[in-house]
C-alpha cells in the first residue's frame, strides 16, 4: 500500500505505475492522478507540445509500426493482462472507451473486412451501392433490417465457388440467395425438392378438376 501525496488516498501497488528509479519501484502519485496531471499540462502547453512533435517519412512511419507490431506480439500476454485488471476497477470507464474506439475505427475496421472477405476497398463497396441506388439487386429495395439498433448495410454477395462479385443485396435476399443455391448444388437435395414440387402440383391439378 501506498499514499497518493496529490489525492491522499492509500491505494494498492497496482494503482501506481512502475518506476525503477525509487526506492519501491513505484510512481510517487497514483495512476488516476498522473493521467489527470498529463490532462493538464498537455491543455497548458498543447501548442508548444504539437510544434515540437517530429514528422516522418512514409517509409519511417511504416518501420515504427513494425516495431510497435513486433513489440506487442512479444508483449501481448503483459498487455492483455494490464487490459483486463484496467477494465476490471473501471468497469464504465471501459465500457465507454470501448464504443469511442469501435465508433472511431469503424470504417477502418470495414475496410479490413471487406479486404480480407472480399478483396475490395470501402471506396468500390460504395461505388458498386451508388450504381445500385442504394437499393438491393434482387428485390430493388433499400436494406431494412435492423441491428443492434442500427440500419444495416447491403450485403456483398459472391459466388462461393469461383468467389466473383455479384452485387449487393438486402440481408433477406442475401440469406434466402444462399439457401437455394445450397439445394441447386446439392444434386441429392435438388431431386428431392423437384419430387416434393412434382407431387404438389398434381395433387393442385386434381383438385382442380374436382372442382
Known amino acids: 500500500m501506498q499514499t497518493c501525496p496529490r489525492c491522499r488516498r492509500t491505494l494498492s501497488r497496482e494503482n501506481y505505475s512502475p518506476n525503477g528509479t525509487r526506492y519501491n519501484g513505484l ?6 492522478c498522473d493521467r489527470v496531471r498529463a490532462r493538464e499540462y498537455r ?13 516522418y517519412t ?33 468497469p464504465e470507464k471501459a465500457k465507454a472507451w470501448n464504443a469511442r474506439a ?9 475496410e479490413w473486412y471487406l479486404k480480407k472477405e472480399f478483396g475490395i476497398t470501402l471506396q468500390q463497396y460504395q ?37 466473383r462479385l455479384r452485387g449487393l443485396l438486402c440481408t433477406g435476399c442475401n440469406v434466402n440467395l444462399g439457401r437455394i443455391e445450397a439445394i441447386l448444388y446439392d444434386s441429392e437435395r435438388l431431386e428431392a425438392v423437384s419430387e416434393y414440387l412434382d407431387v404438389d402440383i398434381a395433387v393442385r391439378a386434381r383438385v382442380r378438376v374436382a372442382v
Open 127 to 163: 461505388s458498386m451501392h451508388d450504381q445500385q441506388l442504394g437499393k438491393c439487386r434482387l428485390c430493388n429495395q433499400p436494406s431494412t433490417t435492423i441491428s443492434k439498433g442500427k440500419l444495416r448495410a447491403l450485403a456483398v454477395d459472391h459466388d462461393h465457388r469461383t468467389g
Open 58 to 90: 512514409p517509409e519511417q512511419a511504416e518501420t515504427r509500426r513494425q516495431k510497435a507490431r513486433e513489440y506487442y506480439r512479444k508483449n501481448a500476454e503483459k498487455y492483455i493482462r494490464s487490459a483486463k485488471q484496467y477494465q476490471a476497477r473501471n
Open 27 to 32: 510512481a510517487s502519485i497514483c495512476r488516476e
Open 102 to 110: 469501435r465508433e472511431k475505427h469503424k470504417p477502418r475496421a470495414k
Open 43 to 55: 491543455a497548458l502547453n498543447g501548442a508548444a507540445i504539437n510544434a515540437k512533435r517530429r514528422t
